[in-house]
């Protein structure tokens, strides 16, 4: 009997939920899925489309203005198709084909971890651009109020989430079903409000305060950090979105959980980026420290 038929009789005729997948390929370690390949092609389409966008701009412009935009539109189609599919296939799939048991739970933690040192490093280089900056003149010229009423109530919300999503864990440890949904709901509710919060705090910048991201140094520094930060609350939306679904579908238990503890972990680490970003690029820049 060939591979194909083997794929075929081991999943029951599900094959196609795997693609695109290669079955136990290398061979001895499983299955090898291609879509955190496309994932990641999206995410790297997004640094393309902006500098696209950067040389389509002024007299001298070498790409039309709408090729970076459109190439970033392109890059968020394929980045979300991707992710979807990974989480479908890492998932969702598995459940319903298996029926018992998550994907190993060492094993996904281990593969969060490493995904998360990346995302240190792409924050690190942001901020080595932004300690450049502060170790020239500074301030680089007139500055907004930036430290104020609507950064520690945002800060505040941000962190209250942590510790909502963290007893809505240990409710699930608990099978306490009404403490998991009840606080996970809870969580991302307050990750969607964080996000508006930003915004507004965006538009109060640019519209009332004068805070330009076009051609100054620091304003460049700041929306594109606080840009990134505000992607990944967005993206970690998502992800609570998803397992807020499943939890009331209720495919969690004590003993399956191994998607809300990876979604806890990098939503705990966006928190931790947040609080590292106010008190370095909101108090540093405002008292000069």
Known sequence: MGVADETSDDHG????HHLPAVEDWPRGFGEA?????ITALGASGFYIGAALYVLGRGDSAIVGPMVGPGAFIASAV??????YGWLYHAFVVNFWEHGTG???DSTLRLAMIL????????????FVYYFFIRAGTWPPGELPELFGTLVIVNTLILIASSFTLHFAHT?????NRKQFLGLLGTTLLLGIIFIAGQVYEYYEFIVHRGLEFQGAVFGSAFFGLTGLHGLHVTL?????????IRGLLGQYSAERHTSVSTVSMYWH????????????LYVGAEFGI
Request: overall charge negative; hydrophobic content about 60%.
């Open 102 to 104: 998550e994907h190993d």
């Open 269 to 280: 680490f966006v928190d931790v980026v947040w609080i590292f970003l106010v008190v370095v």
């Open 171 to 175: 409710g699930l440890l608990k099978n």
């Open 78 to 83: 394929l980045f979300l198709g991707g992710l």
């Open 236 to 244: 970690g939306a998502i992800l609570l979105s998803i397992v807020f």
């Open 33 to 37: 899925s291609w879509w955190p390949f």
């Open 13 to 16: 005729g599900h094959g196609g």
């Open 115 to 126: 995904f998360l040192g990346t995302e240190i490093a792409t924050f690190g280089a942001g």
